[in-house]
């Protein structure tokens, strides 16, 4: 009797990282000698990565909604000016008449999100989030760097692909991040490209040179917060 | 595992599975957002006393099989979405499969679960029981009785 095929359910659990080390290297094995299941591991796996790109944003609870309305009306309230800085050696490609997007971040506690710029104070605990105004559906990510010089991406939460950001008003990055006990300055970069574009380049010049540079056709915003 | 990291784990998996059972990406991605908006509203939905990959899979099943029994959404549907579901590189057999979508709406409920994870997902009876909560031996009789309707089906067309 030949081995069963290995099922799509064991190829989604590994994919997710979720299937034991054994079960792992036994689909994997069995993948090696048939054409069938290799096959479908690599359309799998493609799938996988492609979800990242093309998958509509996590639905949302109302109250988040209502969240980023506060923050418009605070920002309004308290005259913030978001200023998107777009690379200087770069200009970001924009459709003639077509505003590019605004960027904004958020911190608090979960309940009390409130806009911040640079120089503003948060503390341990607080939750960041940033959000969006465009015109065009686009791609995005939010990188940061801490106090002890850790940089990591906060959106997406694993994974070198932006997330899909579709157009509209005052719309949330999926996810928010909740700081760590590290004080001191933390640099966040929210990006914002009209195509999906790798991250772990960005990450890498923010960890290198302490800030990142946007590549065509993508803006930056950069808000430097002190934690403490 | 937070709703965000279970999204980008699964969400390709929930897509996909819906999008083979019913033949339709805008159907298909109903249920992504219907199955992914109810674990916002209802987080506790999901007790973790599974695994993210059963509940998940559970949870895609059984809203495809609501809108297949829905007789207006069945029909839609078949008139629509005419092409297998198999690809070029699916080791399932694409005629079995058909055959099994043509009569899933009419199928007894957890019949049609069990068609599902074995023709559609390639599940073994163990996998198929730790998905419905049930014996392997139970699975083995449920694929019996889905296989005797099948040459009945096949027969009478």
């Given at each position: 009797?030949?081995?069963?095929?290995?099922s799509?359910?064991?190829?989604?659990r590994m994919?997710?990282g979720?299937?034991?080390?054994?079960?792992?290297?036994?689909?994997?094995?069995?993948?090696?000698?048939?054409?069938?299941?290799?096959?479908?591991?690599?359309?799998?796996?493609?799938?996988?990565?492609?979800?990242?790109?093309i998958?509509?944003?996590?639905?949302?609870?109302?109250r988040?909604?209502?969240?980023?309305?506060?923050?418009?009306?605070?920002a309004?309230a308290?005259?913030?000016?978001?200023?998107?800085?777009s690379?200087?050696?770069?200009?970001?490609?924009?459709?003639?008449?077509?505003?590019?997007?605004?960027l904004?971040?958020?911190?608090?506690s979960?309940?009390?999100?409130?806009?911040?710029?640079?120089?503003?104070?948060?503390?341990?605990?607080?939750?960041v989030?940033?959000?969006?105004?465009?015109?065009?559906?686009?791609?995005?990510?939010?990188?940061?760097r801490?106090?002890?010089?850790?940089?990591?991406?906060?959106?997406?939460?694993?994974?070198?692909?932006?997330?899909?950001?579709?157009a509209?008003?005052?719309?949330?990055?999926?996810?928010?991040?909740?700081?760590?006990?590290?004080?001191?300055a933390?640099?966040?970069?929210?990006v914002?490209?009209?195509?999906?574009q790798?991250?772990?380049?960005?990450?890498?010049?923010l960890?290198?040179?302490?800030?990142?540079?946007?590549?065509?056709?993508?803006?930056?915003?950069?808000?430097e917060?002190?934690?403490? | 595992?937070?709703?965000?990291?279970?999204?980008?784990?699964?969400?390709?998996?929930?897509?996909?599975?819906a999008?083979?059972?019913?033949?339709?990406?805008?159907?298909?991605?109903?249920?992504?957002?219907?199955?992914?908006?109810?674990?916002?509203a209802?987080?506790?939905?999901?007790?973790?006393?599974?695994?993210?990959?059963?509940?998940?899979?559970?949870?895609?099943?059984?809203?495809?099989?609501?809108?297949?029994?829905?007789?207006?959404?069945?029909?839609?549907?078949?008139a629509?979405?005419?092409?297998?579901?198999?690809t070029?590189?699916d080791?399932r057999s694409?005629?079995?499969r058909?055959?099994?979508?043509?009569?899933?709406?009419?199928?007894?409920?957890?019949?049609a679960?069990?068609?599902v994870?074995?023709?559609?997902?390639?599940?073994?009876h163990v996998?198929?029981?730790?998905?419905?909560?049930?014996?392997?031996?139970?699975?083995?009789?449920l694929?019996?009785?889905?296989?005797?309707?099948?040459?009945?089906?096949r027969?009478?067309?």
């Open positions: 009797m030949s081995e069963p095929h290995v799509d359910l064991r190829w989604d994919l997710a979720d299937l034991a080390e054994a079960d792992r290297a036994e689909a994997l094995a069995h993948a090696e000698h048939c054409q069938a299941c290799a096959a479908r591991h690599v359309e799998l796996s493609a799938d996988f990565a492609a979800f990242a790109t998958a509509p944003p996590l639905p949302r609870r109302v988040p909604q209502r969240i980023v309305a506060a923050i418009a009306a605070l309004i308290a005259g913030v000016v978001i200023v998107v800085r690379p200087s050696d770069a200009p970001a490609e924009r459709t003639k008449g077509t505003p590019g997007p605004r904004m971040l958020a911190a608090g979960r309940e009390r999100l409130a806009p911040v710029m640079s120089g503003d104070r948060v503390k341990p605990g607080d939750s989030q940033a959000a969006y105004t465009a015109t065009r559906d686009g791609f995005g990510a939010v990188i940061a801490d106090g002890s010089g850790a940089v990591a991406a906060y959106v997406p939460a694993r994974g070198d692909a932006m997330v899909a950001l579709p509209g008003t005052l719309r949330s990055y999926p996810g928010s991040t909740i700081l760590d006990e590290v004080v001191g933390q640099i966040v970069e929210i914002w490209c009209e195509t999906a790798p991250i772990a380049p960005l990450i890498a010049e960890r290198a040179a302490g800030t990142a540079t946007a590549p065509a056709s993508c803006t930056i915003e950069r808000v917060l002190e934690v403490r | 595992m937070d709703l965000g990291t279970l999204y980008r784990s699964y969400g390709h998996s929930v897509l996909r599975r999008r083979s059972i019913l033949g339709s990406d805008a159907d298909a991605k109903d249920v992504l957002h219907e199955i992914f908006a109810g674990l916002v209802r987080p506790e939905q999901f007790t973790g006393k599974s695994a993210p990959s059963t509940f998940l899979y559970a949870a895609t099943t059984n809203a495809c099989l609501a809108r297949l029994r829905d007789h207006k959404n069945r029909l839609r549907l078949l629509e979405h005419v092409e297998p579901w198999s070029a590189v080791p694409p005629d079995t058909v055959l099994v979508r043509a009569v899933l709406a009419e199928l007894p409920e957890d019949e679960r069990a068609a994870y074995h023709h559609v997902d390639g599940m073994s996998e198929i029981a730790d998905v419905l909560g049930c014996s392997p031996r139970h699975v083995g009789d694929l019996a009785r889905t296989t005797e309707r099948l040459r009945d089906h027969e009478a067309s």
